[in-house]
């Protein structure tokens, strides 16, 4: 039993790898090829953000399901999806056919997220080391994604970026299917399973999840829109640019990795605080156009912050909810996730073209820091409350 529960750990993280590098390539491909084919600024920021609003909805209805069938079952989905969607994106050379190929990406991403989330919470053995093993996965996925995609754009050409996702995303197909984890499905009906969000929702932490959730997903937001935009405008070639934001998931691991050491910090009351105001603080300094190394810096600390924050959260909700509403609860974070993913692109896109990409830039890092403000004036007041 030991050796079987061993070998599907191996397959659920080898997965997730390989998923997140097919997402890593994405982030660089999407919006360079959507440039390629003469979209305007603010269309590539319709069409990053236009099918998040699917995400946003379909991810609650993912997590039902992962309480619903098993979480299993819906990341194979995910995986497939996201085949289907790089071969659209290799074919498409329009506005509506990119808009379509990226609509079937983001079914991919609203699906794989929460099913992976809880199966990962649901791993037998430390709860905390699995977490944070599983987002180092992710951000190495991510690293080796970003990386290779800048190489292939700069060596090859668009349709070898998005055949070379297509196939990473069979590959995690199939390592789904060796996985052997043993999940015990609710058994309840589809809508049941919905109704466990009004329940949740009454909790405060499950709220403040989904704040955290939209500011841990700032730096793949921009990630996957404008940051690559962002540097190719500074002088940077293509390949660099994939190498720079290669960075952040470097960050990422870096974080993800040490969670499990920083079980008392990790926990602390003012996480969410300090995680959000750097994250803002590395988004300004990345829009600075400063020397490389600033750039570089501001990379690893958004990775570093967002992956702490991303653990945190995840850890809160794992301790707030039973198992049969894991999923739900996992897909409450992706909630927060979706709305950053809609709301960021579309407004870089409108803020880039009024007042410039930098300014843009720097009007999201005050909102990340103003929200890290509220995170720790909502802690000092509950610790008051406490106290008294």
Partial sequence: MQAEDSVGIRSFFASSLLWNVALGAAFIAVPLHAREVGLADAQIGLLLALPVILQLCLSLAAGALADQLGGKMIAALACLLTALGSIAFWLAETFISLLFAQLVLVLGRATFWPATWALASKLPGDKLAHLGRMNACTNAGQILGTSASGLILAWLSFGGAFISMSVMAMLALWLNQRVRIVETPSGKGFGATMASYPILLRDRRLLRSIACGAVSALPIALSFSFFPILLTAQGY?????????????????????????????????????????????????????????????????????????????????????????????????????????LCVPMSMGWLSQWLGMPSGFYVIAVLAIAVGLVFGWRSSAALSVTAA
């Avoid at 996480?271 to 600033?294: E, F, K």
């Fill in 237 to 341: 070639a293509v390949a660099i640019a994939g190498i720079l934001i290669a960075l952040r998931p470097i960050g990422s691991i870096s974080g993800s990795l040490l969670a499990a050491r920083l079980r008392r910090a990790l926990r602390h009351r003012l996480t969410p605080c300090v995680a959000a105001i750097a994250v803002g603080l590395a988004i300004a300094l990345s829009a600075s156009g400063l020397a490389p190394h600033y750039v570089a810096l501001s990379m690893l600390v958004l990775g570093l912050a967002s992956s702490l924050l991303s653990v945190f959260v995840q850890m809160e909700v794992t301790d707030a909810t039973p198992l049969e509403m894991r999923g739900a609860a996992m897909a409450l974070i992706n909630v927060g996730w979706a709305l950053c993913l």
